[in-house]
């Protein structure tokens, strides 16, 4: 059992966790950036957001009317801005003196502002926390293709950037959940609670995105389903039984032609209903890091409400958020890359992630151009070098629909709610 000290208070490392040893050359950093997506502050923000969330998509204003009323009733402001503020807060404060940054790709404060004001400041070097914790296009390599753009936008003097490894199984992120699944379980009557099924939840994105996720492929729902065992393994431990569980999906949009993840959450808690074998639901929104807009509409309203019209007690644990063992988490994560050889602490045996992501990780299996991807290996924010393909593993003229899935819609609109999770608002 290893101690840590978690923000003035302390916690323990459990002793099962999967545990190796850094071989990596320390890298010396200035400061800290936290990546996240961003999201309007007011009413008159909810528009533009969403005109640069789906530039170049061709989406008409009308569509994105219809959209914002979602803001709408939550005032016309996403909350993710104000856990972000509570983050970067927490993560000062744990850091202290090193300077913490945060940039958006979609909505103040920019990428690119960050950037800029971190060259001022003379920052050389940058570790990048990103608000996802799972390997995905949507939840690492776009964010770091935005890096790349800023700091070309940046120009001469823009930071290098580093990226801190997937966190989806690091007791920080996983052992606060493990909490408050108990939690909700302890607020259902005993004769239901026996019986409550947990429903875990994350983002769907197409197939072919989660097929080239990580750098061998299919790691976002290895990654996730991975993360859910060890929550349930440890829920059992706490409360003496080990309930069913499910890992399902949320907010699949685009054109139907094109497959996505599934079940959608609301299709599976409608079918648990009907086989009258499940009475209680917790559902655990493992994919996401904070209750932002997608949490608080697309599962505590829309699921929340399918479960009751199919007879099901519905509860909702909450997200990480600021719980201090998350914030010393992050802490723990840069000093793994500033000494190089400290442990790296994993609860599956999928984990540790890999400290620096390979070139074309969880890149598009499509021909042609690569853009360019900070944060990584060199080579991979270097466009013409190896720009056929996904390499010498690919097979030959195939190609991924994942752009398509990226770039087109039908009858929705698809957008980002959190780092990782593209959801429709």
């Given at each position: 059992?290893?101690?840590?000290?978690?923000?003035?208070?302390?916690?323990d490392v459990p002793s099962d966790s999967r545990t190796t040893t850094g071989q990596a050359e320390p890298v010396h950093v200035d400061a800290l950036l936290l990546v996240s997506f961003g999201g309007p502050q007011s009413p008159s923000d909810v528009v533009p957001f969403l005109r640069n969330v789906?530039?170049?998509?061709?989406?008409?204003?009308?569509?994105?009317?219809?959209?914002?009323?979602?803001?709408?009733?939550?005032?016309?402001?996403?909350?993710?801005?104000?856990?972000?503020?509570?983050?970067?807060?927490?993560?000062?404060?744990?850091?202290?003196?090193?300077?913490?940054?945060?940039?958006?790709?979609n909505w103040s404060p920019f990428l690119t502002d960050a950037l800029e004001r971190m060259r001022r400041d003379g920052v050389g070097r940058a570790a990048c926390f990103v608000t996802s914790a799972f390997a995905s296009y949507s939840g690492c390599r776009q964010y770091r293709e935005n890096?790349?753009?800023?700091?070309?936008?940046?120009?001469?003097?823009?930071?290098?950037?580093?990226?801190?490894?997937?966190?989806?199984?690091?007791?920080?992120?996983?052992?606060?959940?493990?909490?408050?699944?108990?939690?909700?379980?302890?607020?259902?009557?005993?004769?239901?609670?026996?019986?409550?099924?947990?429903?875990?939840?994350?983002?769907?994105?197409?197939?072919?995105?989660?097929?080239?996720?990580?750098?061998?492929?299919?790691?976002?729902?290895?990654?996730?389903?991975?993360?859910?065992?060890?929550?349930?393994?440890?829920?059992?431990?706490?409360?003496?039984?080990?309930?069913?569980?499910?890992?399902?999906?949320?907010?699949?949009?685009?054109?139907?032609?094109?497959?996505?993840?599934?079940?959608?959450?609301?299709?599976?808690?409608?079918?648990?209903?009907?086989?009258?074998?499940?009475?209680?639901?917790?559902?655990?929104?493992?994919?996401?890091?904070?209750?932002?807009?997608?949490?608080?509409?697309?599962?505590?309203?829309?699921?929340?409400?399918?479960?009751?019209?199919?007879?099901?007690?519905?509860?909702?644990?909450?997200?990480?958020?600021?719980?201090?063992?998350?914030?010393?988490?992050?802490?723990?994560?840069?000093?793994?890359?500033?000494?190089?050889?400290?442990?790296?602490?994993?609860?599956?045996?999928?984990?540790?992630?890999?400290?620096?992501?390979?070139?074309?990780?969880?890149?598009?299996?499509?021909?042609?151009?690569?853009?360019?991807?900070?944060?990584?290996?060199?080579?991979?924010?270097?466009?013409?070098?190896?720009?056929?393909?996904?390499?010498?593993?690919?097979?030959?003229?195939?190609?991924?629909?994942?752009?398509?899935?990226?770039?087109?819609?039908?009858?929705?609109?698809?957008?980002?709610?959190?780092?990782?999770?593209?959801?429709?608002?």
């Amino acid at each position: 059992m290893r101690r840590v000290v978690a923000a003035g208070d302390d916690y323990d490392v459990p002793s099962d966790s999967r545990t190796t040893t850094g071989q990596a050359e320390p890298v010396h950093v200035d400061a800290l950036l936290l990546v996240s997506f961003g999201g309007p502050q007011s009413p008159s923000d909810v528009v533009p957001f969403l005109r640069n969330v789906t530039r170049g998509r061709g989406i008409p204003d009308e569509r994105l009317a219809q959209v914002a009323e979602q803001y709408r009733r939550f005032g016309g402001r996403s909350p993710i801005n104000d856990q972000n503020r509570e983050l970067l807060a927490a993560l000062r404060v744990e850091l202290a003196p090193l300077p913490v940054y945060w940039g958006n790709r979609n909505w103040s404060p920019f990428l690119t502002d960050a950037l800029e004001r971190m060259r001022r400041d003379g920052v050389g070097r940058a570790a990048c926390f990103v608000t996802s914790a799972f390997a995905s296009y949507s939840g690492c390599r776009q964010y770091r293709e935005n890096l790349a753009q800023s700091r070309a936008q940046v120009g001469p003097g823009a930071p290098e950037l580093i990226k801190l490894r997937h966190y989806f199984d690091h007791p920080g992120f996983v052992l606060p959940m493990v909490d408050h699944v108990v939690d909700e379980l302890a607020t259902i009557p005993a004769a239901l609670r026996e019986e409550t099924r947990l429903v875990f939840v994350a983002h769907s994105i197409p197939l072919a995105q989660a097929a080239s996720s990580g750098p061998d492929g299919d790691a976002y729902p290895r990654q996730l389903a991975a993360a859910a065992a060890v929550i349930v393994d440890r829920v059992a431990l706490r409360t003496g039984r080990r309930h069913r569980h499910d890992l399902v999906y949320s907010s699949r949009s685009g054109p139907p032609a094109v497959p996505w993840l599934v079940p959608d959450v609301g299709d599976h808690l409608a079918a648990l209903g009907a086989t009258g074998d499940t009475r209680s639901v917790v559902v655990v929104p493992i994919g996401f890091v904070s209750d932002h807009m997608e949490v608080v509409h697309d599962l505590d309203m829309v699921a929340a409400e399918r479960a009751r019209a199919a007879g099901l007690s519905f509860r909702r644990a909450s997200t990480v958020g600021t719980d201090p063992r998350f914030v010393t988490m992050v802490r723990e994560l840069l000093d793994e890359r500033r000494h190089g050889d400290l442990p790296r602490t994993a609860l599956s045996s999928m984990g540790p992630s890999h400290d620096v992501c390979p070139l074309w990780c969880c890149a598009p299996r499509s021909l042609g151009r690569r853009p360019p991807a900070a944060a990584g290996v060199p080579a991979d924010e270097e466009p013409d070098r190896d720009t056929a393909g996904r390499g010498p593993d690919a097979p030959d003229g195939r190609l991924d629909t994942h752009d398509s899935a990226r770039h087109d819609v039908h009858d929705s609109v698809t957008v980002h709610n959190d780092v990782h999770n593209v959801g429709r608002l």
